[in-house]
């Protein structure tokens, strides 16, 4: 069982920058497509960005291209999100999960950890 914990959230102006972390215990995710979503008051949680185990691949939501860039270091058995250009409607709960996709749509495979808060002010 692989436990994830999300941290790094803040509040930040518009235009400011986080890096969030995702450590992993339990077992490694050196061997799992890992990925961050995000859920804002009142919406379902969606999906933000993901990066393949074998090759580093990275995909990402268009709300976010451009300006979110996920990395992982498989020593440290993290993941990280770093957020440029943040605007008031990134601000969300952040989370990372084991990730895969249907065809359609990334989703997560595992549990959900209790997430990390980003608050973005205008």
């Known amino acids: 069982q692989v436990q994830l914990v999300e941290s790094g959230g803040g509040l930040v102006q518009a235009g400011g920058s986080l890096r969030l972390s995702c450590a992993a215990s339990?077992?490694?995710?050196?061997?799992?497509?890992m990925g961050w979503f995000r859920q804002a008051p009142g919406k379902e949680r969606e999906f933000v960005a993901a990066?393949?185990?074998?090759?580093?691949?990275?995909y990402y939501a268009d709300s976010v291209k451009g300006r979110f860039t996920i990395s992982r270091d498989n020593a440290k058995n993290t993941v990280y999100l770093r957020m440029n250009s943040l605007k008031p409607e990134d601000t969300a709960v952040y989370y990372c999960?084991?990730?895969?996709?249907?065809?359609?749509?990334?989703?997560?495979?595992?549990?959900w950890g209790q997430g990390t808060q980003v608050t973005v002010s205008s």
């Open positions: 990066m393949s185990w074998s090759d580093y691949t990275t």
């Open positions: 999960n084991r990730v895969s996709f249907d065809g359609s749509r990334w989703e997560g495979r595992g549990s």
């Open positions: 339990g077992r490694t995710v050196n061997s799992y497509n």
